[in-house]
């Protein structure tokens, strides 16, 4: 791909990409810190904003209520700071690169910071702290769908959208209540603002597309743009729950009217809810994640290998962690049902389990992720120790011809394949 | 690869064509409920204004009938649900400001209203417990009428209803959400006992309660349901006068608080004295 690199850059240049990485371990920190600090909070709110009965009724506690929906919104923290760690790590000497790291770190935390620190009811010091993370994470979310994959503007013009759009963005979040705040104007006019500057985003990718990218940028870029739409669009998302998914399981409710109706409404109500919030929740993951698969499958800046060891340790702890938890709690019921105790019979059996599963499971998935993401390299080395047999059993030209196209359209899977045989006749 | 395709895309149609009949049918099927158009004779109550009958009609509907859980603390009515699924539903302003049915209704409605589960139009109500209702003595009828006439008007115009599936859903799984077609319109109604220090005029004062303790107070089974208050249940070791101390403090005998959101004892507390004693000497004879 080409992209500027550091050492190539001008002094000026030099000391404005090194202010800004400065500026990417800030603003992480910063991130980090809010959210927490926040947690304690988020959970409480979390438990607060939940009718018990319905949470009850569904043979759930409150506790496991508030630990699952703030397991969720961190999974969603730690997987766009991961993923934004790695291509500062690796990448952070392109601008491109950086603006993409800027945008997991801090697209990861809005939604999470949006719930733990609601519009006025935090002091102003954390309340400018935050808008300012969500004023990168919108910034720089929206300027990646004008500029991937090269960092450039195409078409040139759109560069005015994007000062438009950090201009808007400036007076919705730090100055919400004047009248240019985008946040103060009419909902239609603030949908018609999104839909055009998502729109135009959307044109110049596909133009980019089109007419500009080579055919390795095409497919390298495909996945990523379908997580940069997602993140430029997510900010509808967040309100989306709450407009369309049931407020049922508010402990307003009165008693009286929650018997009267019956606990069936409610239940069902808050199941729908959980159901949506884990949808909603888990889709914001798709942008960290399309770039996890175009890093990975077309190796977008190089940097698949780091992704593949993260994926490959990141799945494997949390399976080794499901596996330990599942386990504990399976055998400790199985123990007090037989001997009345086991606690630490069924923890010590856990422990070896997951000690002897590590290996097996990490290989196990290592192919897993191979075959999704390394296609070429797990499928190569199958087909052609697959050829090599047929080949040394066939003497039939047109067998082994047939065999040999059969295994280039398997492993590079071309739109079409001949192959042109020099004709030895004599005279030929 | 393409069949497969083919057959999935046949699967979702066909469940996203059955899910659209069902819904079709779910709210076919209530709306009509819903339009019917409830034709009955309806008794003459004598509606009193004199200040003892209004201060004895705000006593019943401040305490033991709970109207402000729903309608709210001044009768004006108030949301209950809105959003899509839900719907829209919300609990009628009582009073005669804006939006109010108060001096919109003749007497015989508010009878037809409360005793019936039936609007002014005939229409069914939803969540109104008429069921429970349906045997307040003529007088208590009278004087709470008084009392929902006398009210200030408070100006609050409330959304109009409109069942979303969930809710429709609720009213298929549990007939009672339309009151009037559980109650037998035309059944004789026992009559009411005098206020004493009775346990028939405890069971009497104790109707509403079953709407969180169950049909026969034997508590009920849902989260959040009352107690048991049968002989042999969660009241078995209270004392007489632990119980009206427990629904005049929120206290129950071991020193625990009584969760107001749950169980309202602040309204069923201003019960008077006899009141509570003849409802306590009901609760004796629930086995």
């Known amino acids: ?428 | 690869m393409r069949r497969s395709i083919k057959y999935l895309f046949l699967l979702v149609a066909s469940l996203v064509a059955l899910l659209a009949m069902s819904v079709f049918f779910v709210n076919r099927s209530v709306e009509q409920r819903l339009a019917r158009t409830y034709e009955f004779p309806i008794e003459p109550i004598e509606v009193p204004s004199d200040a003892a009958a209004i201060e004895r009609g705000r006593h019943l509907v401040t305490t033991i009938f709970f109207c402000q859980e729903c309608h709210g603390e001044d009768l004006a009515g108030k949301p209950h649900f809105s959003d899509p699924l839900s719907g829209t539903v919300s609990a009628r302003n009582l009073t005669a400001g804006a939006g109010g049915l108060g001096g919109k209704i003749s007497d015989a409605d508010w009878v037809r209203v409360i005793r019936h589960g039936v609007d002014e139009d005939g229409h069914p109500l939803i969540e109104m417990p008429s069921n429970s209702y349906y045997y307040i003595g003529d007088a208590d009828l009278g004087a709470i009428i008084a009392f929902l006439k006398s009210l200030p008007p408070v100006d609050n115009e409330l959304p109009e209803r409109d069942l979303g599936l969930f809710y429709q859903l609720a009213i298929l799984s549990d007939p009672s959400l339309i009151p009037a077609e559980v109650i037998d319109h035309t059944a004789p109604r026992p009559p009411a006992p005098e206020p004493a220090v009775s346990a028939e005029y405890g069971k009497y004062l104790a109707t509403a309660c079953t709407i969180c303790h169950g049909p026969d107070l034997s508590g009920g089974t849902a989260a959040g349901a009352g107690l048991d208050l049968t002989g042999g249940g969660n009241l078995i070791e209270w004392t007489e006068v632990e119980f009206m101390h427990a629904l005049r403090t929120g206290e129950r005998p071991r020193g625990e608080d009584i969760d107001p959101s749950r169980m309202p004892w602040k309204r069923v507390g201003k019960l008077t004295d006899d009141e509570l004693r003849a409802i306590w000497l009901y609760l004796q004879t629930l086995q």
């Not at chain 1, 780091?306 to 399976?330: E, F, K, S, W």
């Not at chain 1, 390299?377 to 065999?403: H, I, K, M, N, P």
């Open chain 1, 1 to 428: 791909m080409t992209t500027a690199k550091f050492a190539t850059m001008p002094a000026s240049l030099d000391k404005r990409l090194l202010a800004a990485r400065t500026a990417w371990v800030a603003v992480t920190v910063l991130v980090v810190a809010l959210v927490a600090l926040g947690v304690p909070g988020l959970y409480a709110r979390l438990i607060a904003g939940v009718d018990e009965r319905s949470v009850t009724d569904l043979g759930w506690t409150l506790a496991g209520y508030g630990t699952y929906l703030t397991g969720l919104y961190l999974l969603v923290v730690v997987a766009h700071l991961v993923i934004g760690a790695i291509v500062y790590w690796r990448r952070s000497n392109e601008w491109i690169a950086l603006a993409l790291a800027f945008a997991l770190v801090c697209n990861g935390a809005l939604l999470p910071l949006s719930l733990i620190y609601p519009s006025g009811s935090v002091s102003p010091v954390v309340q400018l702290l935050v808008g300012l993370v969500t004023y990168i994470g919108l910034v720089t979310g929206l300027s990646l769908l004008y500029l991937f994959p090269d960092g450039r503007f195409i078409p040139r013009w759109t560069r005015l959208m994007v000062i438009a759009w950090a201009g808007l963005l400036s007076f919705a979040i730090f100055t919400p209540n004047s009248a240019l705040s985008l946040a103060a104007w009419p909902i239609p006019l603030q949908l018609l603002v999104l839909v055009v500057w998502s729109g135009v985003g959307l044109f110049a990718q596909l133009h980019r597309y089109l007419e500009v990218s080579s055919p390795l940028q095409r497919q390298q870029t495909k996945w990523a743009i379908l997580g940069l739409v997602l993140a430029v669009l997510g900010p509808f998302g967040y309100f989306l729950p709450f407009v369309i998914l049931p407020a049922l399981s508010d402990p307003e409710v009165p008693n009286i009217l929650y018997q009267r109706i019956g606990p069936s409404l409610f239940t069902f109500s808050l199941v729908f809810r959980l159901i949506g919030l884990t949808g909603f929740t888990l889709a914001l993951l798709i942008f960290p994640a399309s770039f996890v698969v175009a890093i990975l499958r077309y190796r977008l800046w190089d940097i698949d290998v780091i992704i593949n060891r993260t994926l490959v340790y990141g799945v494997l702890t949390g399976t080794l962690a499901l596996v330990y938890l599942g386990g504990v709690a399976l055998l400790q019921t199985m123990f007090y049902g037989l001997t009345g105790q086991g606690d630490q019979l069924a923890i010590v059996a856990t422990t070896l389990a997951v000690a002897a599963l590590f290996n097996p499971l990490r290989r196990r998935i290592q192919a897993v992720i191979d075959r999704r993401f390394y296609r070429r390299r797990y499928d190569a080395a199958r087909a052609l120790a697959a050829f090599s047999g047929t080949v040394q059993e066939e003497v039939d030209l047109e067998d082994v011809s047939q065999a040999l196209l059969r295994v280039v359209e398997e492993t590079v899977q071309p739109l079409q394949t001949s192959i042109w045989l020099r004709d030895i006749r004599p005279g030929s």
